[in-house]
């Protein structure tokens, strides 16, 4: 089974072509819906009191809710705001609220799970959360600038925490000082993680273990309308494929890494998580044979 | 057979890492060096009479000379700089010389080519060269940012006269004023190009035709030492290898972009084209199998 710690937020969020306001996001959430099409992954996220019942309708009924706190206060929210090319995000405003002194905890039931995700949460968090897991068999983390710049040690001390580290490229450039991503995974597989994924948006993403790098393409789209979200349908897709399949060996994780290029294309389709919670099964067979082809020589 | 048309040029290169002078550049270089694994390539290309004898020497070993004038005059010179992160160039100085006033002419047995290259250049010019071959099978041309601005209306008729383009993401979306690279390639496939390559840099390129894209990933590198002639050295390989089958069916132009990535991951291995110079055919079939090994799953 898989457990998913991170954010659950409302999102406001502005696109050339639209403006979103409170919408349904945060890294657990995206991760989550993506991962739900593999297993029903566990949550440990909070919300405040005015977290739109529609919105936890959406997610009870794809994930196991047990390890989400609901606060008296107001949810966590984002704000941010894209260039015309929807390459560059700038974030407006972070409001923590009841994300502010959350404390998680690991339900009972949870601490069995074999396959853990720990989004870009504190990276104290993070190290302190997995210890509570007995059975892991596969844990992967997450990071992001703000926890790159203000608690950096804190940052590589979580690496060796866990078997597996996604990364998007220019914070994992930050964070090794680094210009070359094969110099960058190295430095962090140095830290301690086995695995390292570096996410590179539109161009795809390299996997590292041992001596072997895997190098995949992004699903290539011509319309992209909000890039929100991609990188933790990305992961979230990782695990949910391999807590589905039970294996961690290579071949497997590299099939992973296919499903989170092929989440993450879907992901991008939309404005926050529609197309995940619109598409079936099905959809995402017929995408891995078209990422097939039209990788394929 | 195989012609290209292009320059022949000594670069004047600062990297981060050395100073090069004057050293043997140039597309036409470039891309008939790498070419040269697959085929012997004719070049069309003019030189002052400064040009170093051990560089004509290095050329009359891989390439069919008769199409290289010798002028009275000084060869052609780029001098450009790299940043630290090797991934922005900027262009010192171009000192045209012998390029300035050049004709290019088409020896008599070279009009039988079935396979012609039209580098960066002119585009009137590649326009009016590719009308002297009479049994074409396949052309492809380049163009560069500096054509896009100057002779825009040149360059898009340029692309109505032959089969392919290969052109870099930059430039691609400078001239077609999208973003997108899927938009782009079919603006330009739109003006009359049956195939469009867009070349990523170290995020490897994309091939259309008609509705299927082709998404292949860079060789992943760890040491880059001087991007130069990169691009070129792409083109060149496609080339090569298409003329060495004789054949342009999708399979094998895939196959050949595949070749591209490797070839242009020599390339920026050394400065100048000294790898490429370096390298047997038995470096490239081994690095086509590690680039298979990097993208298999």
Redesign the interface.
Same mark, same amino acid.
């Given at each position: 089974m898989l457990t998913i710690f991170g954010s659950t937020a409302l999102d406001t969020i502005r696109t050339p072509t639209k403006v979103l306001k409170d919408v349904l996001g945060g890294a657990a959430t995206f991760a989550g819906i993506s991962a739900s099409f593999f297993v029903k992954p566990r949550l440990i996220a909070v919300v405040g009191k005015d977290f739109p019942k529609k919105y936890h309708k959406i997610l009870a009924e794809r994930l196991d809710l047990k390890g989400l706190s609901i606060k008296d206060g107001k949810t966590f929210r984002y704000s941010g705001s894209y260039d015309?090319? *929807? #390459?560059l995000r700038t974030t407006l405003r972070t409001d923590l609220n009841v994300l502010k002194n959350f404390k998680p905890v690991v339900p009972e039931d949870y601490k069995k799970s074999k396959f853990v995700y720990l989004a870009n949460n504190d990276p104290d968090q993070n190290t302190s959360l997995i210890t509570e897991f007995d059975n892991v068999k596969f844990s992967m983390c997450d990071t992001i600038d703000f926890w790159i710049s203000t608690k950096r040690a804190s940052v590589v001390k979580m690496f060796k925490s866990v078997d597996a580290v996604v990364i998007n490229d220019e914070e994992a450039k930050l964070l090794t000082k680094e $210009?070359? *991503?094969?110099?960058c995974a190295?430095k962090i597989m140095g830290w301690g993680a086995k695995y390292v994924i570096i996410k !590179?948006g539109e161009?795809?993403s *390299?996997l590292f273990f041992e001596d072997v790098? $895997?190098? #995949?393409?992004?699903f #290539? *789209?011509? +319309?992209?309308v909000d890039p929100t979200g991609a990188g933790d349908s990305f992961a979230g897709a990782m695990m949910g494929y391999l807590a589905s399949k039970n294996k961690t060996d290579l071949?497997t994780i !590299? +099939?992973s890494?296919?499903y989170g290029n092929v989440m993450g294309s879907f992901a991008v389709e939309g404005y926050g998580p529609e197309v995940l919670l619109r598409i079936k099964k099905s959809d995402i067979k017929k995408r891995i044979t078209q990422y097939e082809k039209?990788?394929r $020589?």
């Open positions: 015309n090319t *929807l #390459s $210009f070359n *991503l094969i110099k190295k !590179k161009h795809g *390299l790098v $895997f190098t #995949s393409a992004a #290539s *789209l011509e +319309k992209i071949a !590299k +099939k890494v296919v039209m990788t $020589f």
